[in-house]
């Protein structure tokens, strides 16, 4: 038992020493990569797993994120789409959360709106371009 004792302080003194020798300027590092989401406005921004591993805590992230932009109204009423960028399906809030919010994956975030304007015309505006429009269309 004594011999046991010896080992971990020993192991525990190693592992001070090595800590003191790191050099500071490296600060803390995070411990797996980050989620990354565009949002409607084309904002890009990491989403630490470490910190927000919840539908409810990304919501609030989002609220925050919206307090002054245009949208607002849309995240308060859910009228929004998450989709993986590397695939076509929608991240579903019935999913885990830690299924669809995986490290280094690149989320989008789209707004939706109801089709009672022509495919041609802005959401917000309704005003018409002559270009004819596209699933990659942007307003």
């Not at 600060?27 to 989620?35: N, V």
């Not at 929004?80 to 399906?89: E, F, G, I, K, V």
Request: hydrophobic fraction near 30%; glycine fraction near 4%.
């Amino acid at each position: 038992m004594a011999k046991m004792c010896e080992s971990t302080l020993s192991n525990y003194k190693s592992l001070i020493d090595i800590q003191q020798k790191m050099p500071k300027q490296l600060g803390p590092c995070w411990i797996q990569e980050p989620t990354t989401l565009t949002d409607p406005l084309g904002r890009v921004a990491p989403i630490h797993l470490e910190l927000i591993s919840s539908w409810d805590v990304f919501e609030k992230v989002m609220d925050g994120r919206f307090l002054d932009p245009p949208g607002r109204r849309k995240l308060e009423r859910q009228e929004y789409s998450l989709q993986d960028q590397d695939a076509t399906a929608d991240l579903e809030r019935s999913q885990p959360f830690e299924t669809c919010f995986i490290p280094g994956r690149m989320v989008g975030m789209c707004f939706n709106f109801e089709k009672s304007f022509p495919a041609n015309a802005c959401p917000k505006c309704k005003k018409e371009t002559e270009n004819p429009a596209s699933s990659t269309t942007q307003w």
